[in-house]
């Protein structure tokens, strides 16, 4: 399906749960806050389409991951474990009244889902390299990781992290090869106060990680996160620059490309926005602190 001067074809649904369905896409068009961005090469991307329906839930969404993924990003950079384990973010759409449509777009993650916690053979859990690494120090920040990881009617099995390559060695490891997935409400618990206290008490160390801009963006996606009702429309702009120059960056490896004159290639004449009709459901008390 041909959009504007960008291209979206459906490969596959990718399944389905109580909060959204998930549909992978090869996508040449990204739209989003800041602007909606063309590559030229296609890209495999997860389209979440959100089952609430309420106006900004889509781009929610997108916050909630960007942020898990700027905290992946640091903690890998600065050695707390080796490799990245959060796909890149790659734009949201939030549209209505006549087309109701909330939803997010990331980096397909290739493998399998659904590996056994149990070494083969043995009652022993099996050693996910970075795991523990990872959960503890999410943990720490507020953001509960390990939540929502195993079946519902099989806890042995494991769910919302995908391996590409989900075989233990003889010792019962399992190697890095593995992204976590899933940042609905249900899926993973915030605690924004910690949160909060974090991103303010490590200003410096972030900076120096992540650099000062994108340092700044994840800064002001927490306080969107927090008490979006509070922040000013300036603030709101700078978040939307902030994360059109995250999403640029993201995608330049595809060699992006944009519309005449290098004017942003927008969906139905718009980018997408956060600063008109802002209140949307946050959604669980859990979130609140």
């Known amino acids: 399906m041909k959009l504007g001067n960008g291209v979206v074809e459906l490969i596959a649904e990718g399944g389905a749960g109580s909060e959204a369905v998930i549909r992978l896409e090869l996508r040449t068009m990204f739209p989003g806050l800041g602007g909606t961005l063309l590559t030229h090469e296609g890209v495999a991307a997860a389209l979440r389409i959100e089952r609430n329906p309420d106006p900004m839930s889509g781009h929610m969404m997108f916050i909630r991951h960007l942020i898990v993924k700027k905290l992946d990003d640091h903690f890998y950079r600065t050695g707390v474990y080796t490799f990245s384990h959060v796909p890149r973010v790659f734009g949201s759409i939030s549209y209505g009244p006549s087309e ?3 939803a997010y777009i990331y980096e397909w993650a290739f493998g399998t889902d659904g590996f056994s916690w ?7 859990d099996i050693i996910l390299r970075d795991w523990k690494q990872f959960v503890d120090n999410f943990w720490s920040v507020g953001l509960d990781l390990q939540h929502d990881v195993t079946d519902a009617e099989d806890g ?11 075989l233990c060695t003889e010792s019962g490891d399992m190697c890095s090869l593995w992204k976590r997935i899933d940042f609905g409400f249900r ?4 605690n924004l106060d910690r949160l909060t ?12 990680s992540l650099h000062c801009d994108r340092y700044e ?7 969107y996160l927090a008490e979006r009702d509070s922040v000013s429309d300036y603030d709101l702009g700078r978040l939307e620059r902030f994360i059109g ?12 490309g944009f519309g005449p004159a290098g004017a942003d290639v927008c969906v139905n004449g718009e980018t997408e926005t956060l600063i008109e009709g802002r209140k949307p459901t946050e959604g669980p008390a859990s979130d609140a602190g």
């Open 217 to 223: 963006m994840l800064r002001l996606a927490v306080r």
């Open 197 to 208: 206290g974090f991103v303010h008490d490590k200003a410096t160390v972030l900076q120096s």
């Open 156 to 166: 042995r099995i494991s769910q919302n992290i995908v391996h590409q390559y989900p």
């Open 245 to 256: 120059e995250y999403r640029r960056s993201s995608l330049r490896h595809y060699a992006y």
């Open 100 to 102: 109701v449509r909330e």
């Open 118 to 124: 149990v070494a083969p053979g043995t009652r022993d």
């Open 187 to 190: 899926s993973i618990q915030v």
